[in-house]
């Protein structure tokens, strides 16, 4: 990782150092509109200026405040972060959904695989009966298929609907279970994601998209939606799916 310190290579997975990141982040994110809208109002590149350094001043010690109560230098905890991706932690906490590490998703076994794509098919025949969403339009889609498959030494399940003139591209997701034994689905490619989350139909159903945690329909498991904390050649899982 290029870190010098063995101090902050621990708090790689620690979650108070986490949300320490994602509250900065948040910090961060909100001084720089502050600095937009002061930007707005001082029209002259000097008075710019002003507001660009002390905004600068003020994002440095938000930055040193941070990583020093962890304690880091300011490039080892800006460091960290990126390697560790603590970015999709930050989201999935935000979303109120879990975290898959890259360990859980390697240990994540066929029963899993096979319980995730019952669910998973559960829940897409279910969304397309009740036309949901845009997506999930049975004047365009009659059934939905899922199945699972291994890539990278992980176990993913794709979905799509179906029709005979034809179907919709995969959505993917990574399966794992957590600590605590729930099964757990990412959404990794495709529009998977915005099909879970995002409605357009209604105000009712726009609400209970984007507050969705988890997934089930019709007695199959419940799975537990999550971020996955690690990277993934987006392209050649969804090749896997589509031959």
Same mark, same amino acid.
């Given at each position: 990782m290029g870190l010098k310190t063995y101090h902050a290579y621990s708090q790689r997975a620690d979650e108070n150092a986490i949300r320490q990141y994602c509250e900065?982040?948040?910090?961060?994110?909100?001084?720089?509109?502050?600095?937009?809208?002061?930007?707005?109002?001082?029209?002259?590149?000097?008075?710019?200026?002003? =507001?660009h350094e002390n905004y600068e001043t003020r994002q440095r010690k938000l930055l040193t405040e941070t990583a020093s109560a962890l304690g880091m230098e300011n490039?080892?905890?800006?460091?960290?972060?990126?390697?560790?991706?603590?970015?999709?932690?930050?989201?999935?906490?935000?979303?109120?959904?879990? =975290?898959?590490?890259?360990?859980?998703?390697?240990?994540?076994?066929?029963?899993?695989?096979?319980?995730?794509?019952?669910?998973?098919?559960?829940?897409?025949?279910?969304?397309?009966?009740?036309?949901?969403?845009?997506?999930?339009?049975?004047?365009?889609?009659?059934?939905?298929?899922?199945?699972w498959d291994n890539f990278d030494g992980k176990r993913f399940v794709g979905c799509q609907l179906r029709s005979f003139s034809g179907s919709s591209r995969w959505d993917v997701f990574l399966v794992a279970r957590s600590n605590d034994g729930k099964l757990l689905i990412a959404p990794v490619s495709g529009k998977a994601r915005q099909h879970l989350t995002r409605s357009g139909k209604s105000e009712k159903l726009d609400s209970i998209a984007r507050n969705?945690?988890? =997934?089930?329909?019709?007695?199959?498991p419940r799975s537990h939606l999550a971020e996955y904390a690690d990277l993934i050649d987006v392209g050649e899982l969804q090749a896997v799916f589509d031959n």
């Open positions: 900065w982040v948040n910090k961060s994110f909100e001084l720089s509109k502050l600095r937009d809208i002061q930007f707005e109002a001082n029209g002259s590149e000097k008075e710019q200026a002003k =507001v490039w080892e905890f800006s460091q960290l972060a990126n390697t560790a991706h603590w970015d999709f932690h930050c989201r999935a906490y935000e979303n109120g959904w879990n =975290v898959i590490t890259t360990e859980q998703a390697l240990a994540a076994t066929r029963s899993d695989a096979k319980a995730a794509s019952d669910s998973l098919t559960a829940f897409y025949l279910k969304n397309l009966n009740d036309s949901t969403s845009y997506f999930f339009d049975p004047s365009r889609y009659s059934t939905a298929h899922c199945h969705r945690t988890h =997934v089930e329909a019709y007695g199959e």
